[in-house]
């Protein structure tokens, strides 16, 4: 049985896969250096064959199958990508372009969302946590006073703690105008205004009774912590105006923006955070380019290119591309041919995620797939082995189990990393 | 019926047939919206049927029946040289042109595992050229290097068919592969013409696999390719079907209908004869057959199912549907709502606005004067955004998204009544049935306005112009109304249970007598606490035995390292027969017979040889890391000094009973555990003054009457029973949303074991809020052992989470207890799904003995035997028939099995569950989970149980026993939670901090701020049907929010005011995702609690002196600043303020207050938002659509308009005082 089909074998399954493979040679536990995920989320489903796994190009109006644009050459020989990622090319060498995942959920996007963000199908009895979570759970944030997970994005339930529970949960903010919801200050709240609050909240708080129950005690010392938390220092991270206007220009639009904002997060202490490009009034359908969405695809395409772009070259400069992984992913990919309005569909055997940084060995590509980009022809990538790539990148020890109460849950589901990229 | 007989045996009967009769269809399986008790072809109009011909109704979009196959060379398999015959009876309801509606085919079902267009065989409709042809098609092999890349598909189809509307026809072709010139097709016994297209005639054989047979749908269950309508006598040969026997299948009264015979109906304005004065007569008619074109001259009426009385003409919404138990149900769309009066109009042309979603028609005085057309489908988002219709004339309502406007004309030729109808058929096969706003005005005789139409007469109500805040006032006395006109349906459905559950009752009653007694012991008055003072006495007799330093170091140094390392196998269960959790068990050993403890020689002791093993293999315990030698020198020294187990030390503080609360804290607490939110300040104020002694039993049996006690209970069951219910299409193990079933059934009081039984029976609407949404689990391999999971949780603290794929490591459950309670779910035995089996890999690997055991053999079917009898007393016998209407029902006899008295352990679970709730921790502890748990007060929980059972097992009674208790009155400092069972006194209830869904509730409450957010809906228009999007209504409680998660990342489908109400509740534990059942929920403080309370929008809402809110109306009439405090701190924690506080407040009131209010001369208007374009599924792929809601998003951040009355200076030092009141501890921990 090879791999794909033992996969195929188990789907639902979820431990099956560790258990059975265990019976094999053991390999050394892979472990790399990054300290930080910043996670690049494209919802709707990146088409690959239109950024990083170019092909010849089709024509959407004769509905002739292939890639909507021409692709170009990058700083790795033999590894072209699409001509709107010109300022990502000359960096494909801080870059694997993992051409080669594949799942079996395809039209839903709500499965396959579930799918790429907690790496399991849906369990009728397990709530599995995000891969977000799970390195919350695992690493913790870097500072005290930091929470462990951002997500730049709408609250999803995918993007959740599971069974881990809320610790390993995500602190939101939808837009880089607005601090994390909870955390700051409402709009024209001036600090004289907060200051006579906080002196008359002082005043009633003072009043009771001394408590001696632990739980009533914590919650006041959360209420300090609150405090504490909105103040100056933590909400510093969230103010980009504090950037040089060259850098926030380089970022570009909102989505550069909430990479800067990514950035500045890692450098306070945040293990991982989530970076949606929901620019939807871009094209209205966001990367879910069927029929006339793809029309304006190129300008999502370049609108990530910038600040993708940026996000390395500046993380470069400040010393922390080595210590921070950038991951790409999506739904799903989409296939070389056209739908009725021009547009494409769905594709999940074959497509790409992106990795860079973290301090991987780095070579471009990995993975290959057919003259279409339909079906991968070498170096098949799961998404238990894309999850076990990023757990070892980041430290986490991919073969461990949860606990959701006493069940042991594999952390993934028998993935085993990329070993090309480490060492 | 399906017959299936093996291939050679030559008959003139089918392979297979289905007549979709009342008997079982054992091969083949319903999927989606499938039913089979539609009407078929009956006589007189189709003699050859039976009078009472039953179809198969099919609701499109994939809808069908499914036949696996069996395997290579199977009866469905057909190859060149085969003979095929394929048959239906067919009656086409909905279609779209170009649509191509499968009847039944093999093959291309999209399923895995298949190569594509793998089209054994198909016989299909296709909607070409107004009518119905013929289709015949199948596949062969693809050639990659063919030109044309349908080459490989055959396709024949009829030159002529039967057109639309023309009812049941019957449908054949024959065929035998290989041989493409014989293909012959029939349509009501009439030989069809046709010809072969697509990759032509072809002398090439079929592609042939193990893909199933599906009827009534292919292609994944795409909605082009799937059917809609009716099915009967659908039958499959192996052989040609004579042409003789072909003539004859069909037989009308009357011959073929072809071509659409029948003519519309007549437009006639319906006959209604005298109609209620000053009412507007509304009746509604379900079944309608189609939604864009009214009855034909042969079709009739369906029965009326509903009347509502109202004022205008004005219908919000359709009446709620209920089944004859009183159970919420679907209505059958499309519906005909009628609206009929008799209103008084001046003689004279007028001009009338007619505003509806569907297919709708007015008429005045027996002329058609205005009609909207129906309602049509969504491309999928992508449809443009439309801009806000202008008002017929300045200052009115514009038309709602998604409704259509029209103007007309009526000519009164003399003042007097005026009779109008509005007939509009709401809702479709493809769409939710909500009317929207179903409004008819006409024009004031000033020419300046429009008026909502009302009935004349005396009893018409004051006129309502066509504006916003008249419509806004007037549909909310309609909604009132049709609210009323629901419960009275659903009780009245609901009193056809009710002798029946006296019945229930009454033999609870004559169980419990046969019981043995139970006796309160002596002492304090309530019972509770007479029980509760007996457990001290007994306990302090027990601990004057040893002395308390003794006894300390053992409980708090020796024990707990038992407790923690031993006794999840050897005490809760016995693994290798050996129990720890007593002295005398673990001085008797187990199956080894070796005596785990030696009291004296620890080195003797198997306890301390197996803890100290250096095999992992043999080291206990089996998993985690090994106990530390610290923790191994206590007990070994505890042995050596000779093992004692003392009884536990008592300290004082756990046994010493807590002050009685005063008034003030006593109030806050009982409001906030019966109704869910804190006593307004009239309620304090009038409660504080009472002097009478009985005033608490008083305020109880009130608030135990209130209705809002079904908000306050249902978020706890819609957590317990995993309601998880999602806007849009279901996914993510999501429910129906059966919050409705169980708010309904808490209004109207029903007893636990009805509510309990009518979960478990399912009934009603899966997607609109039956009970039957519980039996719901999208995406999940094994639902109804997903259901047998939360009912074994919720209502006999069984826990099975771990049966799903194997036995339980630390419990006595094994596998098959879960799938036998699937199995009488499912009415039949069941087997565990591939996805949920544990591979035998898994074992081989492993050298110790597993903790986990499979004892249940794979693909072993599990009946449905009551694998829960000596847990819980009662037994699957025919004493149980008694309690049963129909006792050979397996899901009947589970919710009798759960409910019936000798079952013991319900009534003690659910007890303990209110118990848990009202006294912050349980007598068994978890609650959900009783296995191997020791009760606190065994004697007290069995006395609670009877008094529940005796007394109809009412929940209120049951909170009145509670509430009434000195116990439950105490002082908030009880350590029972974390306490062992034998240290659980409830000398104090626990500190409790207020629920998530309190939290929202109260802040509400306080501002006196109605919550304001959009209704919970991505489909705003009712464009698509409930399989796929619902609306869950605008929340009014906390409760009623849902995950507002749709995975998808699209600004266009946030709904940004309900996501910040759902932040705050998330902050404080709420998740609208409740993929598992959940007693406990984290319970943790975090920095985001306080954080909402102090930064959210939401707080920004509450705390602002609103337009409207009851916060500004009392800053506006306050007397004093030293009164509006007093006020602030009665609304806001239900006590008088201490001079220090009311100092604190004071100080921020006090300047500027004498000039606070604006004279009125410089008030200035409150700004309002311009209206923007709305948002729904159907345009949210647009560009716009995003920026809209972000702009919403703004808007939501802003808050809400200020009173205008109030100076801005004093108003903010106000909101910084209810800002300061929100964010301290007190305002969201109980009393």
Redesign the interface.
């Known amino acids: 049985m090879n791999r794909r089909e033992f996969l ?1 074998a ?4 979820a ?2 896969p560790q ?2 493979r ?2 094999g040679a053991p390999s050394p536990l892979l472990k790399g250096k990054a300290e930080h995920v910043i996670s690049i ?1 494209l ?2 489903g990146m088409g690959q064959i239109d950024t990083f796994d170019p092909k010849r190009r089709g024509d959407p109006l004769k509905k002739i199958a292939g890639s909507y644009y021409d692709s170009i050459p990058t700083a790795v020989s033999g590894v072209q990508i699409c001509e709107h990622l010109k300022r990502t090319a000359p960096l494909m060498d801080r870059v694997t372009a993992v051409r080669s995942v594949f799942h ?1 959920v395809i ?5 396959a ?2 799918r790429m963000h907690t790496g399991r ?2 369990s ?4 599995y946590p995000s891969l977000g979570s799970v390195v919350a759970h695992e690493r913790r944030a870097l500072q005290d006073g930091v929470p462990p997970y951002v997500l730049i ?6 993007r ?1 703690p599971g069974f881990l ?3 390993a949960g995500y ?1 939101y903010l ?2 880089t105008r ?1 601090g994390p ?7 024209g709240m001036g600090a004289d ?1 907060q200051a ?2 906080d002196a ?2 002082a ?3 003072g ?2 009774a001394e408590v001696n ?1 632990a ?2 005690r ?6 300090d ?3 504490r ?2 103040g100056p220092d933590f909400t510093r991270s969230f103010r980009l105006n504090e950037e040089k206007a060259t850098l926030r220009e380089s970022y570009g639009g909102e989505f550069g923006q909430r990479c800067l904002l990514a950035r500045r997060l890692v450098e306070s202490g945040v293990r991982f955070i989530e970076v ?1 490009h ?1 620019l ?7 990367w ?1 380019v069927h ?3 793809i029309k304006e695809q190129h300008g999502l395409i370049a609108d990530l290119d910038q600040a993708l772009a940026a996000l390395i070259t500046d993380l470069e400069a400040k010393r922390l591309l080595d210590r921070t992984l950038i991951v790409i992913t999506s739904e799903f990919g989409r296939p070389p041919e056209f739908d009725s309005g021009g547009g494409r569909g769905h594709q999940g055997r074959a497509f790409t995620c992106v990795l860079a940084g973290g301090g991987l060995r780095h070579r471009g590509a990995f993975g290959e797939t057919d003259e279409l980009s339909k079906k991968i022809v070498h170096d098949p990538v799961s998404v238990p082995d894309l999850f076990a790539t990023i757990h070892a990148a980041v430290g986490v020890d991919y073969t461990k189990n949860l606990y959701d ?3 042991p849950v594999p952390i993934t589901d028998g993935g085993r990393p990329i070993s090309v990229l480490f060492g | 019926m399906c017959a299936l007989v093996s291939p050679n045996v030559v008959t003139a009967a089918p392979v297979a047939r289905w007549d979709f009769g009342e008997e079982d269809v054992s091969r083949v399986v319903p999927v989606g919206a499938v039913q089979r008790d539609a009407v078929g072809p009956r006589p007189p109009e189709f003699p050859d049927f039976e009078i009472n011909n039953t179809a198969a109704q099919f609701a499109g979009v994939g809808a069908h029946f499914a036949l696996a196959d069996t395997g290579t060379g199977s009866v469905l398999d057909f190859t060149n040289g085969d003979a095929i015959t394929l048959e239906a009876w067919v009656k086409v309801e909905d279609w779209r042109a170009n649509d191509t509606l499968y009847v039944i085919g093999k093959g291309r079902t999209g399923a ?1 595992g298949f190569i594509a267009d793998n089209q054994n065989w198909a016989l299909r409709l296709r909607a070409i050229g107004g009518q119905f042809s013929l289709n015949f098609l199948f596949a062969t092999t693809r050639d990659a290097t063919a030109s044309k890349k349908d080459a490989h598909w055959h396709r024949w189809t009829s030159a002529r068919g039967f057109g639309p509307n023309t009812g049941w026809h019957h449908v054949a072709v024959t065929y035998r592969f290989g041989e493409p010139g014989s293909i012959r097709g029939w349509v009501d016994g009439k030989l069809q013409p046709g010809s072969w297209d697509m990759g032509g005639a072809t002398t090439a054989a079929p592609v042939v696999d193990d893909d199933a047979v599906w009827i009534g749908s292919s292609m ?1 269950g795409s909605a082009s390719a799937s059917f809609r309508g009716a099915m009967d006598g659908v039958a499959l040969h192996r052989d040609i079907v004579s042409d003789a026997e072909l003539k004859t299948r069909y037989r009308r009264v009357g011959g073929p209908v072809l071509a659409n015979a029948a003519p519309a109906a007549p437009v006639v304005m319906p006959a209604l004869g005298v109609l209620p004065v000053g009412r507007v007569l509304a009746t509604f008619y379900e079944g309608m057959p189609a939604h864009d074109r009214w009855l034909l001259a042969t079709e009739k009426l369906p029965a009326e199912n509903a009347r509502w009385m109202g004022t205008e003409f004005l219908l919000p919404r359709l009446p709620q549907r209920f089944d004859e138990w009183g159970i919420r149900a679907s209505w059958q769309a499309p519906v005909l709502a009628r609206l009929a009066a008799d209103v008084a109009l001046p003689a004279g042309t007028h001009r009338v606005v007619l505003r509806a979603r569907g297919l709708t028609r007015l008429w005045a005085n027996g002329a058609v004067v205005a009609t909207t057309r129906a309602q049509k489908s969504d491309s999928g ?2 449809d443009p955004i439309t801009r806000i219709a202008a008002p017929p004339l300045p200052g009115l309502r514009s038309v709602i998204f998604g409704i259509e406007e029209v103007f007309g004309e009526v000519v009164v030729p003399a003042s007097g009544p005026v009779r109008f109808v509005v007939e509009s058929l709401v809702g479709g096969k493809r769409y939710r049935p909500e009317p929207g706003e179903l409004t008819v005005a006409v024009q004031t005789p000033d020419g300046r306005s429009y008026a909502v139409l009302q009935a004349g007469g005396a009893a018409s109500g004051e006129p309502v112009a066509l504006t916003d805040a008249a419509v806004t006032a007037a549909l909310s006395r309609a909604e009132a109304s049709l609210g009323a006109l629901d419960d009275a349906t659903r009780r009245v459905g609901g009193a056809t249970q009710t002798s029946f559950w006296e019945d229930r009752h009454e033999a609870a009653r004559q169980w419990s007598q046969r019981q043995p007694r139970l006796v309160v012991p002596a002492g304090p008055a309530h019972p509770i606490d007479a029980f509760l003072a007996a457990k001290v006495a007994g306990a302090e007799r027990a601990a004057a035995q040893t002395p308390l330093a003794e006894a300390q170091k053992f409980h708090e140094e020796v024990l707990p390292i038992l407790r923690e390392a031993c006794f999840r196998c050897h005490g809760e269960k016995e693994k290798g027969g050996l129990k720890l959790n007593t002295r005398a068990a673990a001085l008797a050993g187990g199956e080894s017979k070796r005596p785990a403890i030696v009291p004296g020689q620890a080195a003797a002791s198997e306890l301390v040889a197996r803890i100290k093993h250096p095999d992992e293999e043999e080291r206990m315990p089996p998993t985690g890391d090994a106990l530390t030698p610290a923790q191994i020198a206590v007990l070994a020294a505890w042995i050596n000094a000779g093992a004692e187990w003392p009884a536990p030390p008592l300290p004082p503080e756990i046994i010493t009973p807590a002050p009685v609360l005063g008034d003030a804290a006593f109030l806050r607490r009982v409001y906030f555990d019966t109704v869910g939110v804190p006593p307004a300040e009239r309620d304090v104020r009038s409660f504080l003054a009472d002097r009478s002694p009985d005033k608490r039993e008083r305020v109880i049996d009130r608030l135990l009457a209130d209705e809002r006690w079904a908000d306050h209970w249902v978020s706890y069951w819609q957590d317990v029973l995993a309601e998880n219910p999602s806007m849009l ?1 279901p ?3 999501n429910t129906g949303p059966f919050r409705w079933y169980l708010y309904d059934a808490l209004r109207d009081g029903k007893p636990m074991d009805q509510l309990v039984t009518e979960l478990i029976l399912l009934r009603g609407s899966e997607r609109e809020g039956g009970s039957a949404g519980f039996g719901m ?1 999208a ?5 109804f ?2 259901k047998g ?1 939360v009912i074994a949780t919720a209502f006999l603290g069984i826990e099975l ?2 049966a ?2 194997h036995d339980s ?2 419990h006595s459950t094994k596998q098959r207890d879960l799938y036998a309670l699937a199995a009488f779910f499912a009415r039949k035995p069941v087997t565990v ?7 035998a ?2 074992f ?2 492993k050298a110790r003995e597993s903790l986990i055991k499979v004892t249940l053999p794979p693909r072993e079917a599990v009946a449905p035997i009551w694998p829960f009898a000596s847990l819980t007393g009662v037994t699957d016998d025919a004493s149980l028939d008694g309690l049963l209407r129909q006792p050979q029902d397996k899901r009947e006899r589970l919710a009798a099995l759960v409910t019936a008295p000798a079952n013991t352990r319900f009534a003690q679970v659910i007890v303990n569950r209110v118990w848990k709730r009202l006294f912050g921790a349980g007598i068994v502890e978890p609650a959900h989970d009783w296995e191997g748990r020791d009760v606190s007060h065994p004697e007290l929980l069995a006395w609670l149980a009877r008094e529940f059972v005796v007394n109809n097992y009412d929940l209120r009674r049951l909170a009145r026993l509670l509430l009434t208790s000195q116990s439950y009155q105490r002082a908030a ?1 009880g ?1 029972n939670l974390s306490a062992p069972a034998a240290q659980r006194f409830f000398a104090a209830p626990e ?1 409790r ?1 207020l629920t998530a869904e309190q939290v929202v509730d109260s802040l509400f409450a306080v501002a006196g701020q109605p919550i304001d957010v959009e209704e919970i809906t991505l489909d705003g228009e009712a464009r698509r049907p409930a399989d796929s999007f619902i609306s869950l209504g605008v929340p009014r409680r906390a409760w009623m929010f849902a ?10 489908l ?1 709904l940004p005011r309900a ?2 109400v ?2 705050v509740l ?2 404080f ?1 709420w998740s609208g ?1 409740r ?2 059942p959940r007693t406990d929920r ?11 309370l ?4 939401v ?2 809402w509450v705390t602002r002196a609103a337009v409207g809110s009851e916060l500004a109306e009392l800053a506006v009439n306050a007397a004093s600043p030293e009164a509006l405090a007093e006020s602030l701190f009665l609304r806001f924690y239900g006590r008088w303020p ?1 001079r ?2 009311r100092l ?2 004071v100080r ?1 009131l006090t300047p500027g207050f004498a000039e606070r209010v604006l004279p009125s001369n410089e008030v200035r208007p409150v700004p309002r938002w311009p209206a923007l374009p709305a948002v729904s599924w159907s345009n949210h ?7 809209i809601k ?1 702009e919403l ?1 703004q808007r939501a ?2 808050g809400p308009p200020a009173d205008p009355r109030l100076r801005p200076a004093w108003r ?1 030092s106000l909101e ?2 209810a ?3 929100i ?4 305002f ?2 109980l009393p």
């Open positions: 195929n188990s789907v639902g399954a431990w099956l258990w059975a265990a019976a989320w919802g709707g079996d039209d839903e996007h709500a499965a969302t579930n199908s849906v009728g009895s397990v709530a994005g709408y609250p999803n339930v995918t959740g529970g809320s610790r602190l939808t837009d607005h919801a909870g955390l700051s200050r409402p709009e205004r006579r609050r008359l909240l005043d009633l708080r009043q009771g129950d739980r009533l914590d919650y006041e010392a959360a209420i912590q609150s405090i938390l909105s949606s929901n939807n009034f871009i094209n209205g359908t966001g879910d029929n006339g969405g109460g006493d069940r | 895995a994944k988002g992508h299409k996914s993510l193990n689990a995406d999940n391999d094994a639902p052992a997903a999971h989470q771990c799903r794929c490591p630390y799904p591939n996805s949920s089996v544990v591979p890999a898994f081989e690997k400092t350590r500190p901090r995950s507002l998660s749709n995975e998808r990342d699209r600004p266009s946030n996501q910040l759902v932040d998330e902050a534990g995702s993929q598992s984290e319970s943790e403080a975090n920095v985001l609690q306080p954080g909402v102090a930064n959210s929008v707080s920004l201490s220090a506080e604190a407040v921020t792929l647009v560009a716009e659509a995003n920026s972000l998003e951040r802003a903010e910084d005082a800002w300061g009141l964010n301290t501890r007190e969201v921990w």
